[in-house]
Structure formats: C-alpha cells, structure tokens
C-alpha cells in the first residue's frame, strides 16, 4: 500500500524534467511522473496532476492556477479593493472544489490567514462579501478541519449569530461547520462550547422553507453526534446528542421541518437520517412518539419510493421500535411493516435499503411474536431470503429478522468446541 509522500514542488520538478530534457508534451510528461512516482510506492492523491505554467524562456518557477489565483487574492486584500477581493476569492472557491489538491496545495501556501483577513473585512460592512469569504473558506477546509483555529471557530460562530436572518449567508457558514467538524472532534466540543448548536436547531426553524438550509443545518447536527475522530479516545457523542435533544428542541424542530417538505426526497431523507442520530435514550424515543413522529415516518416510508428516504425512514423506525411493543403495535398498523417490504421489492439492488427493513422487521417481531405471521403473509420471508442471498452486508441482519419471524434457518457451527487429531 502507498504511503511514501512528496511535495508538489517534486512532482512539478520531475514534470519540468520530462519536458525539457526529455522533450515529452505536458500531458506525456505529467503521465510519465504519475507512473514513476507511483511505482515507487508515492501517494499522490493530494497532489496536482497537471502541468504547471512556465515563462517563455523556460527561467521561472512552475505555478498553478490556483497558486496564482491566491497571489490575486492576497494582493486584493491588502489593497481592499472590495470588488476585486469578491471576484478573487469567487476564483479561489471554484479552484478549491475541482479536487482535493488544490485546496491541500493552497493550504499550504498560507491560504487560511489570507481568507480569515477577507472574512475579518467583510464581517464589518459586506454581507456580499461575507458569503464569497464563507464559500471560499468552506471549499478550504473540506477535508483539512486542522485549518480552522480557535479565533476562527469564535467568529464563525459569532458571525452566525449575527446574520441569523439571512438564509444564503446562514447556510454556508453552517457549511463550514460541516466541514470543520466531521472526524474532528476538538472542533465539534469547541464550537459546542461557543453555543453553536442552538444555532443550528434555530436555523432550521426559522428557515424551514429554505431546503438548502435544513439539509445543511441536519448534516451539521448530526456531525455533532458523530464519534469518528481516530485521534481521540471517547468523543462527547452522546453529550452532544442529548444537548440537541433536552436544551434545544431538536426533536420538535425536525419533526415540524419534515411536515414542511412533504414532497422534498432529499431534504426528508436528512431529516430521518438526523432524528435516527437524536433518539439515543428510551425518553428521547417517546418524546418523538409523543410529538406525533411515529405517524409522520410511517406514511413517509410509505409514501416515498426514493430509495434515499427509505432506507432512512426504516433507519428512524427501526430505532423506534427496538423493545417498544407498543411502538411496533403503531408502526406495523399504520402500514409501517407493509411499507418496508415495498421498498424491498422497490430496490433490491439497493444493500442499505435491504438492511435497514430487515432490521425493521426484526424489531417490529422481536417482543411482539403476534405480528409475525401478519408480516410472514405479506411475503417477508422470500424477500429477506432474498436480501440475504443478494447482499453480503445483509447476511447478519437477515438471519436475525428470520429467526424472529419463526422462520427456519440454517446457522453454519463454525466451531464445536471438541478436541481433534492434529495431522502429523
């Protein structure tokens, strides 16, 4: 497996090498140090693949676009041209989101202060100017969250706080967040700490005609209640989760938000996805049962066939109906376990949306044995059969909805227990 790294200054050196000493064309040339590096074992997913420009006497050292594209920036922060700083950083964005290179490459070239003195600009006068600089600075940190320093975290979230009226703006600081949390676990308790997470529960009720919003502020609310940082032995997970949940209205704002986009696919598959993330406790589960979710997710599952919105609608049931018999008695009258079984036979290609029924099922019978024959007569065992033979991920979870179906299953013994002749 690849693990040496090199600089972008290597590769680009080794591309002006085949070039000029070589005399390849640029596209040759960036191929022929791709296949030399890698067969020395080099990772090369952060670096530029591209020929880089040169002078026309061959003296001047190779940049790339984006290189120069942060040299425009910084000169236009420095001047203050406001126009131009917009444009600049408007070009860097666009550079940033074409690969993960880019954005590795302008990072290390200082790209963060630069931005973070735009952003400082355009906080005082420019909400213009302010969403270029969220955007630009979005694109920046997707995937390297380190760059996000404490004074950075402070004013993203004090900037929030301060143009809570102004959807676009909101959604693409909520996008930041996004980035600078996920598989970083200090970012997510510091800016828990800031008081970001009414923020975004309040982004939400506040903007829940604005689909854009509600999908970013869910994903974010649910990155807080991820534990995905390898670096940090216990994350605060479940802290965050009941934070959202007990100080602020998170379950009543999605369940609200999900009766807003009756007809919205994707922005109700983040919605399930997140109250799934939410209803960690046993109260929590009631509370949702109590604020009418239970009904609002069956009818979703039932209701929509994109297999997104059901794979995360079993997703949410699934966890309601884990040891609450009287949750599976509402689910599978409601037409809940019906409706799981159409989105087997909707998408049986799709791995996700087999698992998560199967383990409806599994929870809906598993302390209510009465509706077990009820969900065998709608054909469940030839289509969990079916799942398990399809899916390997699926392997597990179909056996379990089998056997509490009352179904036969044959258990492979793996190992008996009982001494053996070793061979000579």
Not at 155 to 175: E, F, H, K, M, P
Not at 216 to 232: P, Y
Not at 250 to 277: Q, Y
Not at 348 to 370: D, F, G, T, W, Y
Request: glycine fraction near 4%; aromatic fraction near 4%.
């Amino acid at each position: 497996m690849a693990s040496k790294r090199i600089t972008q200054e290597t590769f680009d050196a080794a591309v002006h090498e085949n070039i000029k000493e070589f005399e390849m064309g640029p596209e040759e040339a960036v191929k022929e140090a791709v296949e030399q590096f890698e067969s020395q074992g080099v990772e090369l997913s952060n670096i530029i693949k591209m020929a880089p420009k040169v002078s026309a006497d061959g003296l001047q050292e190779p940049t790339h676009n984006i290189l120069q594209i942060l040299e425009d920036l910084q000169e236009s922060v420095a001047c203050y041209h406001p126009q131009e700083v917009s444009a600049q950083l408007a070009r860097f964005c666009e550079q940033c989101k074409q690969h993960k290179a880019c954005r590795f490459l302008a990072a290390q070239k200082g790209a963060y202060p630069i931005l973070f003195t735009a952003w400082k600009l355009a906080v005082a006068c420019d909400k213009g100017l302010l969403l270029q600089a969220f955007n630009a600075l979005s694109a920046l940190i997707d995937g390297q969250p380190d760059l996000l320093d404490t004074e950075g975290l402070k004013l993203l979230v004090a900037t929030l706080a301060q143009n809570a009226d102004t959807a676009d703006l909101i959604c693409s600081g909520i996008r930041c967040i996004r980035h600078a949390c996920l598989k970083h676990e200090q970012n997510r308790q510091s800016l828990v700490k800031a008081g970001v997470l009414p923020l975004l529960t309040a982004a939400i009720a506040q903007h829940n005609h604005c689909a854009d919003m509600v999908r970013e502020a869910c994903w974010a609310l649910r990155i807080m209640t991820f534990d995905d940082d390898i670096r940090v032995p216990f994350g605060h997970a479940h802290n965050h989760a009941k934070m959202i949940v007990q100080e602020n209205r998170g379950l009543k704002v999605i369940i609200e938000a999900a009766k807003a986009f009756p007809d919205n696919p994707s922005v109700l598959s983040e919605l399930c996805s997140t109250l799934s993330r939410l209803a960690v406790r046993n109260e929590f589960c009631q509370e949702v049962v109590d604020l009418g979710g239970l009904g609002v997710l069956v009818a979703l599952l039932a209701n929509c066939s994109d297999h997104q919105v059901c794979e995360q609608s079993c997703a949410a049931l699934c966890v309601l109906a884990l040891r609450k018999p009287e949750n599976s008695r509402v689910i599978v009258e409601g037409g809940g376990a019906l409706a799981a079984l159409e989105a087997m036979k909707a998408h049986p290609k799709e791995a996700s949306v087999q698992k998560q029924a199967c383990m409806l099922i599994r929870n809906l019978v598993a302390r209510s044995q009465a509706f077990s024959q009820l969900i065998l007569d709608l054909g469940a065992e030839a289509l969990i059969v079916q799942a398990r033979v399809a899916h390997r991920d699926c392997e597990d979870v179909a056996k379990a909805a089998l056997r509490d179906l009352g179904c036969r299953v044959e258990l492979r013994e793996l190992w008996t227990g009982q001494k053996g002749n070793l061979a000579p």
